[in-house]
T-cell receptor, first 115, second 115 residues
Framework: GAVVSQHPSWVICKSGTSVKIECRSL??????MFWYRQFPKQSLMLMAT?????????EQGVEKDKFLINHASLTLSTLTVTSAHPEDSSFYIC???????????FGPGTRLLVL | DAKTTQPTSMDCAEGRAANLPCNHS???????VYWYRQIHSQGPQYIIH???NNETNEMASLIITEDRKSSTLILPHATLRDTAVYYC????????????????FGTGTSLTVIP
């Protein structure tokens, strides 16, 4: 399967600042990536579908101006949490669509804590 | 929204087979069933997927009923490292981005392998 990395693995920031999370496909050119969020003791929630070279498609209830997604190359998608607040503290996970466009392979996740 | 239902939790003795059920009664004819697992504080790990036929790989076997309304993931010889939350997912054939391939996670089954 595809190897996916995320950076940083964890980040602590002050309320009101913006945080950028990178998702890289290390061995596969991914035209489609996905971003998820997971709160403690809950399941993964799909935030958006990121397509290379075009605008991301956001799920209902996810603010596109707050969670900026840039998929500028086939190996990199970034998620920027703008003006982060404590309620944005969560585990953010990305995935790439690979294996003949059938299977998603997930990154290790980024834990965000907003103080 | 998730199209699957799974038991909240299960226990399995080490060395025995773990059978994890999943109901997906509203699955469409061209929708695949995927299984992932998530060990605490990590990204989900792909296990197996299938459409109609039973599937087997080095990790597990997937048994899909003839009417495709349910499936069972089988870990043939469970080890302590198999303790995780197991997610059964039906891959949408047409999602918001109009390209399909979105995963909507349910609550999963928390499997505990007991020594």
């Amino acid at each position: 399967g595809a190897v996916v990395s995320q950076h940083p693995s964890w980040v602590i920031c002050k309320s009101g600042t913006s945080v950028k999370i990178e998702c890289r496909s290390l061995d596969f050119q991914a035209t489609t990536m996905f971003w998820y969020r997971q709160f403690p003791k809950q399941s993964l929630m799909l935030m958006a579908t990121s397509n290379e070279g075009s605008k991301a498609t956001y799920e209902q209830g996810v603010e596109k101006d707050k969670f900026l997604i840039n998929h500028a190359s086939l190996t990199l998608s970034t998620l920027t949490v703008t003006s982060a607040h404590p309620e944005d503290s969560s585990f953010y996970i990305c995935s790439v669509l690979a294996g003949g466009q059938e299977t998603q392979y997930f990154g290790p996740g980024t834990r965000l804590l907003v103080l | 929204d998730a199209k699957t239902t799974q038991p909240t939790s299960m226990d399995c003795a080490e060395g025995r087979a773990a059978n994890l059920p999943c109901n997906h009664s509203t699955i469409s004819g061209n929708e695949y069933v995927y299984w992932y697992r998530q060990i605490h504080s990590q990204g989900p790990q792909y296990i197996i997927h299938g459409l109609k036929n039973n599937e087997t790989n080095e990790m597990a076997s997937l048994i899909i009923t003839e009417d495709r309304k349910s499936s069972t993931l089988i870990l043939p010889h469970a080890t302590l490292r198999d303790t995780a939350v197991y997610y059964c997912i039906v891959r949408t054939s047409k999602g918001k981005s109009n390209t399909g391939n979105q995963f909507y996670f349910g609550t999963g089954t928390s499997l505990t392998v007991i020594p």
